[in-house]
């Protein structure tokens, strides 16, 4: 992998175009297609956590356990709410929510064992409709932006370089002053692919995600992965599940289970 690999654009050659249509069922090149047919849309911004990797678990998980060991008793819905934000201002805000003082040097400590904690649950793994819907997309004249509140670190393992070239562009927490909620990182993204923003259309799961997306003057579909319909009112689009994304993005196409894709890319 390049070692300026996330804010170089990655561009598909021929042989990229090609296997990504080894991804689609003739249902996908051919049907009636959605947002990908109307033409006002050509470059889509995926989040990590919760979007592209099933990462509930360890999300959850590893701040449940961190934040117990300090007193405090959490749910899903709390967490998952906040999702998007740099961990130190997260933790900062859960503390202050519950009314528990705690200085940056324990702030700091309880970041670095919030991502040990996540690490020692496992690695992410994919959705199994993300490789089809990230080469459809690509085979269809797209393009594709990684943009998350996640270091580098945290999603090097499981992001291999034969998958970053899915990706014109990846920003990191590593590449932003200032995380969601704040449009710095889909502003970033903007302005190294230099396409308006009436352009893109940007897939998340949380609040803090959606109203950056939106404060960078973004269309946004947002997921159900983690919350309900309910808390991510705020985007123009809300799809139960990645079924529903897909029919969204290209019309009505088989679900995954029926293309059978290859072991190793669910």
């Known amino acids: 992998m390049p070692s300026d690999w996330r804010l170089a654009p990655i561009l598909a050659s021929a042989v990229d175009r090609a296997e990504d249509a080894a991804f689609l069922s003739p249902a996908a090149s051919e049907s009636s297609l959605s947002l990908v047919s109307s033409r006002d849309f050509s470059v889509a911004l995926w989040d990590w956590d919760g979007v592209l990797v099933d990462s509930r678990r360890n999300f959850y998980g590893a701040y449940e356990r961190v934040l117990s060991e300090e007193g405090i008793v959490t749910t899903p819905r709390e967490i998952f709410l906040r999702e998007g934000e740099p961990t130190s201002i997260f933790l900062r805000a859960i503390f202050d929510r519950h009314h528990i003082n705690v200085d940056d040097h324990e702030i700091r400590e309880l970041a670095i064992r919030r991502r040990e904690y996540d690490f020692g649950l496992g690695k992410r793994k994919f ?18 932006g990684l943009v998350t509140g996640s270091s580098k670190k945290s999603f090097h393992d499981v992001l291999q370089p034969e998958q970053a070239r899915w990706f014109d562009i990846i920003v990191t927490a590593d590449d932003v002053k200032w995380g969601k909620p704040d449009p710095e990182p889909f502003l970033r993204a903007m302005q190294a692919l230099q396409t308006e923003p009436k352009a893109w259309v940007v897939i998340e799961n949380a609040p803090f995600g959606i109203q950056s997306a939106r404060a960078a003057d973004c269309s946004v579909i947002a997921i159900c992965s983690t919350l309900s319909r309910e808390d991510l009112s705020e985007a123009n689009y809300v799809v139960n599940d990645h079924h529903e994304l897909e029919a969204l993005l290209f019309g009505d196409v088989p679900r995954s289970d029926e293309l059978g894709l290859l072991e190793g890319d669910s």
């Open 127 to 144: 959705f199994s409709a993300v490789p089809r819907l990230l080469c459809g997309l690509r085979y269809a004249g797209w393009r594709n």
